[in-house]
């Protein structure tokens, strides 16, 4: 069972993705990031690989594209808030 972050655990998991360009909202308890990309079939191609990924962990962004652009937000809907699986997405994503 998926359960929101504790104060402790957010502190551990966010410091590292706030390092590498992850926001936090706090009133919507999310984590934000815009990936940047040459163009439009490279912006593609990375969110086809991160919905493959998204669809195996059972765990979708938030998101939208426009040309080489990518705006990604990622929250837990069935907690209300952020979940270590949008850690670990995150982590995925940066790697993608
Ligand atoms: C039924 C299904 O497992 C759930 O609705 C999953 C699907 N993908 C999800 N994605 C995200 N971001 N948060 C969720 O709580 C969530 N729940």
């Known amino acids: 069972m998926t359960e929101k972050l504790s104060d402790i655990a957010r502190k551990t998991v966010l410091e590292p993705l706030i390092a590498d360009g992850w926001t936090v909202d706090e009133d919507r308890d999310a984590i934000s990031k815009t990936?940047?990309?040459?163009?439009?079939?490279?912006?593609?191609?990375?969110?086809?690989?991160?919905?493959?990924?998204?669809?195996?962990?059972?765990?979708?962004?938030?998101?939208?594209?426009?040309?080489?652009?990518?705006?990604?937000?990622?929250?837990?809907?069935?907690?209300?808030?952020?979940s270590s699986l949008d850690a670990k997405l995150a982590r995925k994503l940066d790697t993608l």
């Open 35 to 82: 990936y940047k990309f040459d163009d439009f079939t490279e912006a593609f191609g990375w969110m086809t690989r991160a919905a493959l990924w998204a669809e195996k962990w059972d765990h979708h962004p938030e998101w939208s594209n426009v040309y080489n652009k990518v705006e990604v937000t990622l929250t837990t809907h069935d907690v209300g808030g952020l």
